[in-house]
Structure formats: C-alpha cells, structure tokens
C-alpha cells in the first residue's frame, strides 16, 4: 500500500508540511517518495520582474533554484531513511501545474499524492486558484491534503462559537 508516492514540491511551508508527512507515510509503508517540482508560466513571469535589469537567462535562474530545491527535498527524505527521486517539469506547453503533476501520477504509477495546502477560501482562493484542488478533483489516485497547522487554526476559528452558546443537535 502507497509504495510510490508522488510529492509535488514548490518551497513554501505549506509544501515543506506535505514532505513531511509524505516522508512518514512513507516510513509507515516501506514506499518511496517521487518529488516533482513544476516551473510554470507564473513562476517564469515572477523571476522575469524579481530579475529586472539583470541579463542573464531567466529560465535557467529558475531550474537552477528548483534543482536546489529538490536536492534539498531529497536529503531530507534521505534523512529519514527514504528513498526517493526528483523530477524537474519545466515544459511550458503540456498544461497547467495541476495537470502535469496528474501526468506525472500516471506516468510513475503513483499510489498517493500527498500536496502540502494553504486551505484557502473565498475570494482568496477563487483569486489564486488551487492547483491541490485540482488535482483532488481529477487525480486517479488517492491524494492527501496537509495544510499547515497555522491555516488549520485559523480556519477552525472562523467557524468557531461564540463562547456561551451552545450548538444544538
């Protein structure tokens, strides 16, 4: 059970979240991890503005970051006693992120995808967009969402009771 999982990597502490408990999965089944980090169109206009006057080429700013990126992933994985690969998806032309890491799924024959979330809603969420919403709606596989404790807590307190009432049954 879940002996290949998939872990779409992108450096933010919600994904660092989804590594981890990738990583205990992981450990719990005997299986081994397959960490994929997308470049897309967003994040090559992003590094275009933050390199602004700067002359080099953009793209290989970006492989070379994710390429960090993923060896860091992987030494940690290592860390544990994991195994794991890493995979690099730079393509421009095969989709969206959500839709190449459901390509890669297939092609790796994942069991999981474990995706670290921000768990956002509302207008945040329809302004962002959520490619770990995505991927839930169209993966052919299980997918486990871990959102960070922070996200977590604030959305309980949205919905939280003012204190004194009592809920009804």
């Known amino acids: 059970m879940y002996q290949r999982i998939l872990v779409p990597i992108d450096g933010s502490s919600t994904s660092s979240r989804g590594l981890a408990e990738a990583i205990q999965v992981a450990k719990l089944t005997g299986g081994r991890l397959r960490l994929v980090h997308v470049i897309d169109e967003l994040s090559f206009a992003l590094a275009m503005d933050a390199y602004a006057g700067y002359a080099g080429n953009w793209l290989e700013e970006l492989r070379g970051g994710a390429k ?5 992933a992987h030494a940690k994985a290592a860390e544990e006693g994991v195994e794991s690969d890493t995979v690099l998806l730079d393509s ?6 959500h839709d190449q890491v459901i390509t890669e799924a297939q092609a790796s024959k994942a069991d999981l995808i474990v995706i670290g979330t921000h768990g956002r809603r509302g207008l945040g969420r329809w302004v962002m967009g959520s490619s770990a919403e995505h991927i839930l709606r169209v993966s052919p596989v299980p ?3 871990v959102r960070a404790p922070e996200s ?3 959305e309980s307190e949205r919905f939280k009771l003012p204190s004194g009432t009592v809920a009804s049954q």
Do not use: R
Request: glycine share 6%; charged share 25%.
């Open 152 to 154: 977590a807590k604030t």
């Open 92 to 97: 421009f032309n095969n989709g969206a992120v």
């Open 68 to 72: 960090k990126l993923l060896e860091e």
């Open 143 to 145: 997918v486990l969402l």
